[in-house]
Structure formats: structure tokens, C-alpha cells
């Protein structure tokens, strides 16, 4: 830290009472509000696609268009906030993501609802790092670690409510309000933090634009994000589209490494890679959340595929993550002042395997309590990881370099969370396929297939072959689970490459 920024840190005091109750609400309220996005419009586009007259297919860049966005402004947040002020670059954020969300509401047409998507994504990516940086700022030093778990459970809890909230509102309401929802989230976070944190403004520098570093990481990352969103779609390696933009984003990332490692004022703070626990952190970080979010969206597929959920039951399903998600969260907390955090790391991980482990061992005939115990047992481990892991990150940076820090951690996490959900759905559908086709070799064709006698003459080969398609789907996610049981497991053992801290984690700065 330098002796600029204690002079700046030293005008603003922690919060205390009330204020610091409003002002936890309303920045976890921001990154709840952001993260949320990033699933509620999955299970409604089906039906936005219907209402403007286009193909599911297309629909998806409904989806693309903001995970790109989104994962471009992230990484910049720490630039921004020199440039601008955290809290100025907050609050102004918010009002745009809202103005967006109201105009993504009201598009009547694939172009407009593309373009006004690509603008939230713009100004949601900031509000993710900075609403943690922020929440250290106002609470005690000796109570950051409460302040991480906090943003840490809005992490989690939100991708459980977006399927939830989107399969409700596209089942019941229009689909525009999945949206629209945001004004009032965005109204609430924008004024609160403004009124209570206009007078804690950052110190403001001026820097040139590194236009280079910043057009190849745009090029880098809608590249990349474009061959993830239709590789699956388009079978992978055998589009040109897949192997343009995978040729694209390798050129452009190499490049991008090279340019920001030479350039005396990077877009891309990459000197973070040289803290040993920040990289450790956020590689275990993005290991463990590609897993973990590679189950979220498998899990409502399979409800709704298989099990004849609508998307409104199969939110439900999962929501029972968010009990043990909203207990354990503080309680992590607490543990880090007191206990190795490579240990709390550790236990997550294992609490996260012995529930893909239960899901690994699951039936067709398994009832909505089966799905919904495992993800009970889920929400206990998913905090120790995130909240330990975030908090270690940014434990030996200097304040000057949180933002930076955070902003970079985020931005490999989402990438990782894109990853995990397109390398899930094609391990998925492929052992669906293998799993077919080892039932279907094992039938003997001479044998005679019983159905009922209230079916037609006819029908029962369609019958039984919907059977054999329930059953390799089923057999799939199986696969997929215990494959995922032993994965996480093997993640475990990378943070111990991590050092211990000094002292407990209690000493995040500021």
C-alpha cells in the first residue's frame, strides 16, 4: 500500500449501525442483481425465441451476447475504478445496467434485444468486483472476512433463482419481465450506495487507454465465448465457424499476453499472476466453479428432459441449495480467522463430492426429495470454497490492487463457468449416446416386447424405445456425476500449493 492511498483510506472510517446493514444489503443486492442475469434468461428463451419469430438457435445469442460482454468489462474493472472511483464507476453502472434491462424488456425484435444485452453485459461486469472490494471497504478490517461471505453467498445463491424466476415469469407473465425485475433490485442498490458512500470516493488517476490490450482481449473473448456457445451445435471441430474462432481466440490471447507484459500501462494488470496464493486461489477458484457450474446446468436439463419437470419445479429442485448456502456462509466467515484455510477449501470440496456422489447413484424413479437432498448437502460445501478462496486471493495484495485483483479472479472464473457449462452438455449428450447404444446392442431382437394391452397393435416398439432413451439419459448423468465426484476430489489438492498465511485471514486489507 502506498503512503497516497493510507492518506485516502484513512478519510473513510468503517460504517457502523444501520448504515453498514443498508450498505451490505444494497452491495450484495448489485451482485446478486448482475450474477442472476447470467441464468434467468436460459429457461425463458424458448419462449422469447417463440415471440419474436426466431429459431432456438438464434435465440442463443440472447444468452452469448451478454456472457461476452460481461466477461470483457470484468477484468477491466480495476482500470476503471483508477480512472473513475469505485464508487462513482458503481453507481453509474448500475443506473445503466437498469436504463438496459428496461430497454432488453421492451426490444420486439433478435436485433435490438442482441444489442441492448450486449450493453447490460457492459455495465454488469464492473458491479461484480466491486461490490466485494466495496463491501471491505465499509466493514471493519477484523470483520472483512463477513463482508467476502456475503458477496460470496450472492454468488451462489443467484444462479439458483435465475431458472426459478425465469421459468415462473416465462410460465406465467411475459417473458419481458425477467428484466424488467431489475429496476427494482437497481433502483434500491443505485441509491442506497450513492447515499452512503458518495463521500467514501476512491482516489482518482489519469492514464492513457491501452487500445491494443483492450481490442484483443474484446477479440479474445467473443472468440472464444462464440466457439464454447456453438461448438456443441454446430459438432465442434467440424464447423469452420469452430475452428475460425478457435484459431482466433489462441492468436488473440497470445497476443494479448505478449502486449499487456510490454506495455507500461496494461489494460490487464498480469503482474497478479506473480502472488502465489492469488494464482493458486484462482486457478483451484476456476476448477472448482466450472465443476460446480457444469451441475447447475445440468441438473435442470435432466429435470425437464427426463423427469418431466416444468422449468418452474425443476428451479425448485435446486433451490434447496441456498439453505445450507445462506447458513454456512457467515460461519466461513468466522472459521477464517481461526483455522487454515486450505483445510475449509478442502472440506468444500469434499462436501461437493459426496453430492455429486449421490447423484451419481440416482434412478429414473428417484423422487423429488432424492434431487433436492443432494442439493441440500451441495449449498454446505459450495461457500467454504468460494468465500475462502476469494478472501485468499486478494489476502496478500496491497488496497491499491484489490479491485485489479478481484476483477481478474471474476473475469478467469466466469470464463471457467463457460467453459464447465459447454464441456458438461457435450460430455452429457455424448454418454447419453454411448449409453443408447450399449442398451440397444444387449436387446435380443427375437425376443418379443409385452405392452400393455390398451396400446394399439404398433405401439409398443415406440414405447419401449422411449424407455431405452429415458434410461441412457439417466445412465448419462450417472456418468457425468461420477466422473464429477472424482474431478473435485483431484481439484482438493491444489490449493495446498498454496502457503499458508502468516497470520489469519482476518487481516484482508482494504
Not at 490471447?253 to 496494461?266: F, N, S, Y
Not at 486461489?281 to 447447475?296: Q, V
Not at 429415458?470 to 498454496?498: K, S, Y
Request: proline residues 4%; glycine residues 10%; neutral net charge.
Amino acid at each position: 500500500m502506498t503512503a497516497g492511498e493510507s492518506e485516502v483510506r484513512a478519510d473513510h472510517p468503517p460504517l457502523a449501525g444501520g448504515s453498514l446493514v443498508m450498505a451490505a444489503i444494497a452491495l450484495s443486492l448489485g451482485n446478486f442483481m448482475v450474477v442472476l442475469d447470467t441464468t434467468i434468461a436460459n429457461v425463458a428463451m424458448p419462449t422469447i425465441s417463440g415471440d419474436l419469430g426466431i429459431s432456438t438457435s438464434e435465440g442463443t445469442w440472447i444468452i452469448t451476447a451478454y456472457a461476452v460482454a460481461e466477461a470483457i468489462t470484468v477484468p477491466l474493472t480495476g482500470w476503471l475504478a483508477r480512472r473513475f472511483g469505485e464508487v462513482r464507476l458503481f453507481t453509474a453502472c448500475t443506473i445503466a445496467f437498469v436504463l438496459c434491462s428496461i430497454l432488453c424488456g421492451l426490444s420486439g425484435s433478435l436485433t435490438f434485444l442482441v444489442l441492448f444485452r450486449i450493453l447490460q453485459g457492459f455495465a454488469g461486469g464492473p458491479l461484480i468486483p466491486l461490490s466485494s472490494t466495496l463491501l471491505i471497504s465499509v466493514f471493519p478490517k477484523a470483520k472483512a472476512n463477513i463482508a467476502l461471505s456475503i458477496w460470496g453467498l450472492m454468488t451462489v445463491v443467484a444462479p439458483i433463482f435465475g431458472p426459478i424466476l425465469g421459468g415462473y415469469i416465462s410460465d406465467n407473465f411475459h417473458w419481458g419481465w425477467i428484466f424488467y425485475i431489475n429496476t427494482l433490485f437497481g433502483a434500491f442498490v443505485g441509491a442506497t450506495s450513492w447515499i452512503l458512500l458518495r463521500n467514501r470516493e476512491t482516489r482518482i488517476e489519469r492514464s492513457r487507454i491501452d487500445i491494443v490490450g483492450l481490442a484483443l482481449l474484446i477479440l479474445f473473448v467473443s472468440a472464444f465465448q462464440v466457439m464454447l456457445d456453438k461448438g456443441r451445435e454446430l459438432d465442434w471441430f467440424e464447423s469452420r465457424l469452430i475452428v475460425g474462432s478457435a484459431i482466433t481466440a489462441g492468436i488473440a490471447l497470445i497476443l494479448l499476453i505478449v502486449w499487456e507484459l510490454t506495455d507500461d500501462e496494461p489494460v490487464l494488470d498480469l503482474s497478479l499472476f506473480r502472488s502465489r496464493n492469488w494464482l493458486i486461489s484462482t486457478i483451484t477458484l476456476a476448477l472448482m466453479f466450472g465443476l460446480f457450474f457444469g451441475n447447475i446446468v445440468l441438473t435442470p436439463l435432466w429435470l425437464q428432459q427426463m423427469m418431466g419437470y416444468t422449468a418452474t419445479w425443476a428451479g425448485f429442485a435446486t433451490a434447496p441449495m441456498g439453505i445450507f448456502a445462506v447458513v454456512t456462509a457467515p460461519i466461513v466467515g468466522r472459521l477464517l480467522s481461526k483455522i487454515d484455510p486450505r483445510l475449509i477449501v478442502t472440506y468444500g470440496m469434499v462436501v461437493l463430492g459426496i453430492s455429486f456422489d449421490m447423484r451419481a447413484h440416482l434412478t429414473a424413479q428417484a423422487d423429488y426429495w432424492h434431487v433436492a437432498g443432494a442439493m441440500l448437502v451441495l449449498g454446505a460445501g459450495v461457500p467454504a470454497c468460494l468465500v475462502t478462496l476469494t478472501s485468499l486471493g486478494v489476502a496478500d495484495l496491497p488496497a491499491d490492487r484489490v479491485a485489479a485483483g478481484s476483477g481478474l479472479q471474476n473475469f478467469i472464473r466466469i470464463m471457467a463457468m463457460a467453459i464447465g457449462a459447454s464441456l458438461t452438455s457435450t460430455y452429457w449428450e455424448h454418454m447419453t449416446k454411448a449409453s443408447r447404444a450399449e442398451l440397444v446392442s444387449t436387446i435380443d431382437p427375437s425376443a418379443g416386447l409385452s405392452a400393455p394391452a390398451s396400446l394399439p397393435t404398433g405401439a409398443s416398439l415406440p414405447v419401449f424405445s422411449r424407455v431405452v432413451d429415458g434410461q441412457a439419459v439417466m445412465l448419462g448423468t450417472n456418468d457425468f456425476f461420477a466422473m464429477a465426484t472424482i474431478l473435485i476430489l483431484l481439484f482438493a489438492g491444489v490449493i495446498w500449493l498454496a502457503k499458508r498465511p502468516k497470520g489469519p485471514l482476518k487481516q484482508v486489507s482494504h
